[in-house]
Every structure is written in C-alpha cells, then in structure tokens.
C-alpha cells in the first residue's frame, strides 16, 4: 500500500513561484515513477509533470520552462517548483504515484494523494 501526502499550494499573485511537495509511504516507493496532475474547477484532471526512478523527467506542454519537478529518494518526497505562475494555472494539485512512464508521457497508477489547492490570482 502507498500513501501520499501533498503540500505547499496556496494563494500566489501572477508572476509568483510556489513549490509542492509530495511526501510518499509504503514498500518500494524510492524506485516508483512519479507526477504531478492538476484539477481545474470545472476542468478534468490533466498531466503536468512527471519523474522516473533515476530522475529523467517530462513536462506538458503547457508549463514546459515554467515548472521543474524533482524528487529526493532519502526522503521520499517529489517536488514541483512552479514559476511564473499564471491565473490558468489555478487547480488542486495532485501526485501519483508508480505509473507508467516515457519520453513525453505518464500513465497513472491508481495511487494518489488528497490534492492541494494552488491559487493564483491576476
């Protein structure tokens, strides 16, 4: 069993940084590929960011050159540092972890954390 904890969302002006932090639990989750998804109100679930076991990541898109993920293996957590920050990125923010990863993808494994909600406000 993996558990999940996420941290670090909040309300940030336009333009502003923030970093997420994703606390991960259970046997094996030093060696689990890892992401980050965002819920938009309103909005389905989307891929933002994801990492592998030796730390090769991707990014959609739409935050590529905004946003670095990263991960600390002794601590079992991932992170995601979000700059410039723009009012569509507002969501809850949510890890995943053990999915399915490649060069310009992840699938989703059926473990995720409770989300945190980033705020940005123009």
């Known amino acids: 069993q993996v558990q999940l904890v996420e941290s670090g969302g909040g309300l940030v002006q336009s333009g502003g940084s923030l970093t997420l932090s994703c606390v991960a639990s259970?046997?094996?989750?030093?060696?689990?590929?890892m992401g980050w998804y965002r819920q938009p109100p309103g909005k389905q679930r989307e891929w933002v960011a994801a990492i592998d076991s030796i730390g090769t990541s991707n990014y959609a898109d739409s935050v590529k050159g905004r946003f670095t993920i990263s991960r600390d293996n002794g601590k079992n957590t991932v992170y995601l540092q979000m700059n410039s920050l723009k009012p569509e990125d507002t969501a809850v923010y949510y890890c995943n972890a053990g999915g399915s990863y490649g060069m310009n993808w992840y699938n989703p494994s059926h473990y995720w954390g409770q989300g945190t909600q980033v705020t940005v406000s123009s």
């Open positions: 259970g046997s094996g989750v030093r060696i689990y590929n």
